[in-house]
């Protein structure tokens, strides 16, 4: 789940960033992240609740 989350995350980042510099979006990503930054740490500490740590080991 961590690894998917992370790849899914740059996914999402790398296509909005190709959208602003190809002109098909127009928004302010600074201003963005600014305002909305505390979301970028609810998420983070979501994935990293749901990920197995592996101490639950099977014998």
Same mark, same amino acid.
């Given at each position: 789940?961590?690894?998917?989350? $992370?790849?899914?995350?740059?996914?999402?980042? @790398?296509?909005?960033? =190709?959208? !602003?510099? #190809?002109? *098909?979006?127009?928004?302010?990503?600074?201003? $963005?992240?600014?305002?909305?930054?505390?979301? @970028?740490?609810?998420? =983070?500490? !979501?994935? #990293?609740? *749901?990920?197995?740590?592996?101490?639950?080991?099977?014998?």
């Amino acid at each position: 789940m961590k690894g998917n989350f $992370l790849a899914l995350a740059l996914v999402v980042i @790398g296509a909005l960033a =190709l959208a !602003v510099n #190809l002109d *098909l979006l127009e928004i302010d990503i600074v201003a $963005l992240l600014r305002q909305w930054w505390p979301l @970028g740490l609810i998420g =983070l500490g !979501v994935a #990293l609740y *749901l990920t197995p740590d592996g101490s639950a080991r099977k014998p």
